[in-house]
Structures are given as C-alpha cells and as structure tokens.
C-alpha cells in the first residue's frame, strides 16, 4: 500500500464519522485513503445508545463491523498511523505521518473527533464514559432514577439540569465553588428540588469505574451513582488549524451546511465539527459530506 501516494480523497480519523463518508465514497467508486491511528473517544464506552439498529452495541464491534463492511469497496484504503501535517498543493493536499509516509489527494476530510480535558480529580477519567457521562440522550435512560450529579459552570449545569430532571428525582449540582445563579435560574433549580452543593471534588470512588461516591475537599463525602460532566475539550488533531482552518466560538471546526471548512476542499464531519456528539449524528455528517465531494469531484471532471 505503501507504493501508492495519490488518491482523491484523503480521510482522516476511521471512526464513525469517516467510516461512513469513506462507505459513501467508495459506493462512487472513488479512490480513498482512510488515514486512522485507532485511539477513538468513546473507547471506554461500554455500550452505545440511541443509535438505530445498534443500541446497546458496543462502540468498538459497531465500528469493527463498520470498517468489515466498508473494505468490501476495493477502492477504499485504509492505513494504521497518525496524520502529523497537512499542506495545500497545486494539486490539492499532501498529508504527511508520524511514520513519515506522504500521501496525496484532491480532497480532504477531517473526521478527526474532539478530545475531553479531564479535571484533575483521582478516579474521573477511569469513570468517564461509564458512569462519568456527558449526554442525557447517550446514556439518560440507563441512568434513570439513579442518584445523579451533575459537575458543570452554572451555564451548563442549568442546561444540563432541565435534561436531566425528568429522568431522575435525586438531582444535585456541584459547583465547585460558590457559584451565584441569575435569580430566574436560581428560582427554576429550587422550584425543582435540585440541591446545589458547594464543594471543590477532590476524589471520585469507583469500583471499575462504576461511581461509588465523591469525596470533596474538606473529606466530607457522599454516596452518587451517576454524574454527568460537561467538561472543556479541544481538536483531538492539530493539523487541520495548522493548515488553517478557523474555528467557532466554542472550538469546532468551522463548516459550511455543506460540511466545508474554511479551506476550499477540505471538509470535517462528526465531533470535530458539530455540537450534537452522537455515533447517529457522526455517520450522518459522514455519509452527507461523502455525497458532497463525490459531487464535487463529479462536477470537475465532467
């Protein structure tokens, strides 16, 4: 595979988002290079949710049967390895990796993901994906009815807290500190019954990263099984803002309703690029933005 360099698409990262566009592509017959170093987010997940056809699959046999399903489209290849570089041609694009492979193509994709910045609180990341949870529609109905806290700056813990609340009657916010809610918000956390505590946590308790308890940092304690987390995050990949693609306010990548970034011929799907973090919402920007440059590519050439 090595002896091949040119393709017309490059697709970096081969999770869910690029293997659908890389599925869409080689549906098309076009010749694509998926470009993955095998480390997605969710790999700590025991089991993804509300995802037709898949829910309660694990998100490594789902991607397993993807990759299963997409190398049976010849024209689809896939290399083990990260992408380090990326640089505009007068051809296009050349990638370079970490193993000093260069790669060439008309178009490229970023499908690339965000990348969590834990706190730094023992035993959070070992819960995160399993108890430690970031959305109610991913993991809500499993966690109903549970003891539940919600660890966020008050913007988002209200945000969280009015998704949250039907699904559980034993809802508490930790602030990490004294926070002072806008009266309205205040008024609407009281009238339904969500305690907000106080306290800095400076220990989660787990047993296989299942929450036991928190303990906060005056050694006080207390007993929760679930917590959801809204937590800061950043591009998992560096090249794409290196080539200069700009983005949004809140770290996305900045696309196009066409899934173009700021670059002519390059393009971002899932994570990277999108508010709603779902395997559903990966695969469908994956398999639009596959459509899209499949036209692109139709339309030069014709």
Excluded at 73 to 92: C, E, P, R
Excluded at 154 to 178: G, Q, R, W
Excluded at 194 to 202: C, F, H, Q
Aim: aromatic share 8%; net charge neutral.
């Amino acid at each position: 595979m090595k002896s091949k360099k040119n393709f017309e698409v490059i697709i970096i990262g081969g999770s869910y988002a690029g293997l659908s566009a890389a599925m869409s592509l080689g549906r098309t017959l076009r010749d694509v290079l998926v470009i993955d170093s095998g480390l997605p987010c969710n790999r700590q997940t025991p089991h993804s949710q509300n995802f037709l056809t898949q829910d309660g699959e694990a998100p490594a046999a789902i991607a397993k049967k993807a990759k299963k399903q997409v190398l049976k489209y010849k024209t689809v290849t896939f290399y083990d390895g990260l992408a380090i570089k990326g640089k505009k041609t007068k051809s296009g694009f050349s990638i370079t990796t970490e193993k000093g492979d260069v790669f060439n193509s008309k178009k490229l994709i970023f499908a690339t993901g965000i990348k969590d910045i834990m706190p730094g609180i023992t035993g959070f990341s070992e819960c995160w994906g399993i108890s430690v949870v970031h959305c109610p529609y991913c993991h809500g109905y499993e966690l109903r009815g549970k003891k539940t806290a919600l660890f966020a700056e008050p913007h988002k813990a209200f945000h969280l807290a009015s998704l949250v609340s039907n699904l559980t009657d034993d809802l508490s916010i930790i602030t990490s500190d004294k926070v002072d809610f806008p009266e309205e918000q205040l008024e609407k956390l009281k009238n339904n019954k969500l305690r907000i505590i106080e306290k800095s946590v400076k220990e989660i308790i787990h047993r296989g990263g299942q929450i036991e308890k928190v303990i906060y940092t005056d050694d006080s304690e207390e007993e929760f099984d679930a917590m959801y987390a809204a937590l800061p995050f950043e591009q998992h990949c560096s090249v794409p803002e290196e080539m200069g693609c700009e983005l949004t306010e809140l770290g996305h990548l900045r696309i196009t309703a066409f899934q173009q970034t700021t670059i002519e011929g390059v393009y971002a799907c899932g994570d990277n690029s999108a508010m709603m973090r779902s395997l559903a919402n990966a695969v469908y920007t994956g398999n639009l933005t596959g459509a899209i440059i499949n036209k692109e590519l139709s339309e030069e050439a014709f």
